[in-house]
């Protein structure tokens, strides 16, 4: 796709990776055949080819609107068209150029700025567990919309003072670093222990990193980029030290959208001289909790009861499949301890319509697609969902009586203390 800069773009760090990107789309519209807004929506400005002429109409100089901040505001982020893409193009780098530039130029009416800032510094804030435990509390009083976004206090709290010493190595082989992220230890602290557990079991240290919070994508999609790439400077001094010294073997995520954030730090950083080399080498350090199963499997297998005959729902995060490339993984790794995991038997690559504060700024939209997910891992008949990422698990929890948990809670579940003969 030729596209012709405006002054303003010409030789910038921007304008040029834009055009770069541009030039490898050729208008095929594959993208559009697995875009959950256009497929919703029926409107090609609410695709990833309608919005890449958007983008490419802005770069140009052409006046920006309303209109266009709203279509580029649909946008999930799923990047399942870049997936679909047969020419590579990389959408979402092209897309965050985009709301970036129409966000200058066209300000948002005065309540959308207001959540947009309460989202962003609520959900960072260390207020946000208190607020949490007192949202359950008032949770009858609440206005419906908001009842379903207050986490329901379940069996998985107390579950997370269980403790495996009986099944932990006396000299684990490896440590990692851990990611605790800004809403997980509030809304499922149980994920988080879980995790810790059966990665001690399988021989390996998880260690939660002092100061390390936010990723980082809740403010780059909340319009404040310049507080996102402040996240991610944060979360690399956390780091550094340890890696510096050679002391982490990996960083270690457990929700697949702060994973696929943390791997995009060496672009997100590129162009910041202090930053660029440590975040090019957190981003390579960094591996998703599924990553490490091959390893683990073997270790864990002796120690594993899986409940026979049960059959799991299985709904793989578009920021795992889509966004880190990570596809088939958990299925075949719990599958080998004995897990029966089953992915919805339509259209098991789309959005279930979380996709961070979107559930929030677009909640028509996103309940739509939840309860087509929901609706298809229905099918399958199954008395649990497993995910891999907390806003997948919460947005969908709420549309489910069905329990609604991460794959690693259900193999903590299974861990007996001593290994079988």
Not at 26 to 36: D, I, L, Q, Y
Not at 267 to 294: F, G, M, Q, T
Not at 305 to 321: K, N, S, V
Request: charged share 25%; proline share 6%.
């Amino acid at each position: 796709m030729r596209t012709r800069l405006s002054p303003e773009f010409e030789g910038s760090a921007a304008g040029e990776r834009a055009d770069a990107i541009l030039r490898k789309c050729v208008h095929c519209g594959f993208c559009n055949a697995t875009c959950p807004t256009y497929r919703l929506l029926g409107d090609e400005l609410d695709g990833p080819r309608g919005r890449i002429y958007l983008i490419k109409q802005a770069l140009e100089g052409a006046p920006v609107t309303r209109s266009t901040q709203l279509h580029l505001d649909r946008c999930l982020t799923c990047l399942n068209c870049e997936t679909t893409c047969p020419s590579g193009v990389r959408y979402g780098h092209l897309l965050d150029i985009g709301r970036r530039i129409v966000d200058e130029r066209v300000p948002r009416p005065w309540p959308e700025r207001m959540l947009r800032w309460l989202l962003r510094a609520g959900l960072t804030s260390r207020w946000f567990a208190p607020a949490v435990a007192l949202g359950r509390r008032l949770s009858p009083l609440l206005p419906r919309a908001l009842q379903g976004h207050v986490p329901r206090r379940t069996r998985d709290a107390a579950a997370g003072r269980r403790d495996h010493d009986a099944a932990r190595p006396a000299a684990p082989r490896r440590r990692v670093w851990l990611l605790a992220g800004c809403v997980q230890p509030a809304l499922s602290p149980n994920i988080d222990a879980a995790t810790v557990r059966v990665l001690a079991a399988a021989g390996i240290d998880g260690i939660h990193a002092p100061n390390a919070g936010c990723c980082g994508a809740l403010r780059k999609h909340l319009s404040d980029p310049a507080g996102a790439l402040a996240d991610m400077r944060r979360n690399i001094d956390a780091w550094w030290p340890a890696v510096a010294a050679g002391e982490v073997d990996a960083i270690v995520v457990n929700a697949s959208g702060c994973g696929v954030t943390v791997k995009d730090y060496g672009h997100a950083l590129a162009a910041d001289a202090a930053y660029a080399a440590k975040a090019a080498a957190i981003a390579r350090l960094a591996r998703d909790l599924s990553e490490l199963l091959a390893d683990m499997a073997p270790a864990l297998k002796s120690r594993v009861r899986a409940p026979a005959g049960e059959a799991f729902a299985y709904h793989a995060p578009c920021t795992l499949q889509h966004g880190q490339g990570l596809r088939g993984g958990v299925e075949e790794h719990l599958g080998a301890l004995g897990f029966r995991l089953e992915t919805a038997p339509v259209d098991a690559g789309l959005c279930c319509g979380s996709a961070g504060a979107y559930s929030v700024l677009q909640p028509r939209i996103s309940r739509e697609l939840r309860d087509r997910k929901l609706e298809a891992l229905g099918r399958i008949g199954a008395g649990c969902i497993v995910s891999a990422n907390i806003g997948c698990i919460r947005h969908l929890q709420s549309g489910t009586a069905t329990p609604v948990r991460h794959w690693v809670e259900v193999l903590d579940d299974a861990l007996s203390e001593a290994p079988r003969a």
